[in-house]
Nanobody, 127 residues
Framework: QLQLVESGGGLVQPGGSLRLSCEAS????????IGWFRQAPGKEREGVSC????????NYADSVKGRFTISRDDDKNTVYLQMNSLKPEDTAVYYC????????????????????WGQGTHVTVSS
């Protein structure tokens, strides 16, 4: 019953925007760091952004700083990833994940710390 469900992916032109959503159920969402990861064909899983359980600490990969914004709404058990100025290199499957052991100091780069994962949503940036 514990699950994370991503939505909002799709096809967008370079320079466009998308907002991804990650809705959680079955666990204490407000006690978890939530992270966004992505994986492109032939590449390793990459940490994109993560947010602390309280929403007061957010981190971003250098490749998306200034373009992506993570936020959370605990009343809706949902974390969002607003993606602006999208580039072709942003094309990937995007996953959200939960980390209950590090609720106050989120780490985006170490995916093995995240115990709950969604199935992913596809983002394609192309002309």
């Amino acid at each position: 019953q514990l699950q994370l469900v991503e939505s909002g992916g799709g096809l967008v032109q370079p320079g466009g925007s998308l907002r991804l959503s990650c809705e959680a159920s079955g666990f204490r969402f407000d006690k978890y760091t939530i992270g966004w990861f992505r994986q492109a064909p032939g590449k390793e899983r990459e940490g994109v952004s993560c947010i602390s359980s309280r929403g007061d600490v957010s981190n971003y990969a250098d490749s998306v700083k200034g373009r992506f914004t993570i936020s959370r709404d605990d009343d809706k058990n949902t974390v969002y990833l607003q993606m602006n100025s999208l580039k072709p290199e942003d094309t990937a499957v995007y996953y959200c994940a939960g980390d209950g052991l590090n609720p106050f100091s989120p780490t985006c780069s170490i995916w093995r710390r995240y115990g709950y994962w969604g199935q992913g949503t596809h983002v394609t940036v192309s002309s």
